[in-house]
């Protein structure tokens, strides 16, 4: 359990809480969305990496006594899924709660805390529903042929890029730009249809199924309100999701930012590619969990800058098991300085700086290396 004090952890030097380089004023609760999984396969090391340093953002911010509100969505609305379970004879629902349920496994054995909500797309497509609604009264969107299309024309250069690239990354990640019912070939669904094989639900502009961006969008509103601290993914969700999903939220309610924070968690890749389901170069959870411990894998995930991507080197894991143990032995000495305690809290509240934060923890032994077991959940 993380430590609770007064506000600051006990013998830090009173520095606030830095994210992203910036400082960042802690609300209370301080509000956290996670984008989840969808559950058509296993667990690997780039999702497992995403949801490890989640769970220390929220740690640290409970180091400095102020409660968090967590939120990690489930997508069991995609169609992906869909496909994925209907070729293996089951329906989408019950085949996401099975991968779901190893999942869970999975993040239990690293130690990553349940969060308060973990919404289920299919559980709030009302709620995508109203958004879609929201969006045509305010003109951010337009219904044609059943489809309700967010009008999305400003989203690319809002995220920093050109039409050029922001086309490929969309059609990289399943939209369709050439759609020819579209005004602009960066508006999006928030709603549309559903044919032969695809879950379906009621809606004003006829039976259909939430678009990707939206569902997100809907259940962390749904949660946590118009307005988030820390919007939390991997890297390689900047882009179309994470921009559509701030864009949406933002126009629904007129708050300003959706979020006041984005981390994006760097992506782990093999021989030079990002670690994905689609192109099958994964490094898997369950496999990795059968030659080391839980706390070794978390070290693994967490000694390191949170927004670096990196490769995964199977001799990483000995290092990481070594680096532990070094960790463990020196908790095991006498208390040592408040000043060793406050630097341990000072480089977690800087950033997450684990790296720096371990390193003082093993020179100084004792008190300093405990928080940092404690806070980082290496036990």
Not at 64 to 75: L, P, Q, S, W
Not at 112 to 132: D, E, F, G, N, S
Not at 237 to 249: E, G, N, R, S, T
Not at 340 to 349: N, S
Request: hydrophobic residues 45%; proline residues 6%; glycine residues 10%.
């Amino acid at each position: 359990m993380e430590p609770h004090l007064g506000g600051q952890v006990a013998g830090t030097s009173g520095t606030g809480f830095v994210l992203g380089g910036a400082p960042l004023p802690l609300t209370v609760p301080t509000r956290i969305y996670v984008c989840g999984i969808t559950p058509y396969d296993v667990t690997h090391l780039g999702h497992a990496s995403t949801f490890v340093w989640a769970d220390v953002l929220a740690r640290v911010v409970r180091m400095t006594g102020t409660e968090t509100e967590v939120t990690r969505n489930v997508t069991d609305v995609d169609d992906v899924l869909t496909r994925t379970a209907a070729d293996r004879g089951r329906t989408y629902d019950e085949f996401g709660l099975r991968q779901e349920f190893w999942f869970d496994r999975a993040m239990s054995a690293l130690h990553v805390r349940a969060p308060q909500h973990t919404p289920h797309a299919r559980h709030h497509v009302r709620h995508v529903v109203a958004l879609a609604a929201a969006l045509l009264e305010t003109d951010a969107a337009y219904e044609r042929d059943g489809y309700v299309y967010f009008r999305g024309a400003d989203v690319p250069a809002s995220a920093g890029l050109d039409r050029g690239s922001a086309l490929a990354l969309s059609a990289e990640y399943g939209d369709d730009p050439d759609d020819e019912r579209r005004d602009d070939p960066f508006d999006v669904p928030v709603w549309r249809p559903s044919g032969d094989g695809h879950p379906a639900w009621p809606s004003p502009w006829g039976p259909g199924r939430p678009g990707w961006h939206a569902e997100c969008a809907a259940m962390a509103m749904a949660t946590l309100g118009g307005v988030l601290d820390v919007l939390v993914g991997g890297a390689d969700l900047a882009f179309p999701h994470h921009a559509y999903q701030v864009a949406m939220a933002g126009a629904a309610t007129g708050a300003g930012p959706f979020a006041r924070r984005q981390f994006r968690v760097g992506t782990v890749g093999l021989d030079g590619e990002k670690m994905a389901k689609s192109t099958g170069n994964l490094v898997l959870v369950q496999d990795l969990l059968e030659q080391t411990s839980g706390a070794a894998l978390r070290m693994l995930l967490l000694d390191r800058p949170w927004a670096q991507a990196w490769d995964f080197r199977s001799g990483d894991i000995d290092l990481a098991a070594q680096r532990l143990e070094e960790l463990y032995v020196a908790a095991g000495r006498k208390p040592g300085s408040a000043a060793a305690v406050a630097a341990v809290g000072d480089a977690l509240l800087h950033d997450l700086d684990v790296p720096t934060a371990v390193n003082h923890a093993i020179d100084a032994g004792g008190d300093a290396a405990r928080l940092a077991i404690r806070t980082l959940a290496l036990q």
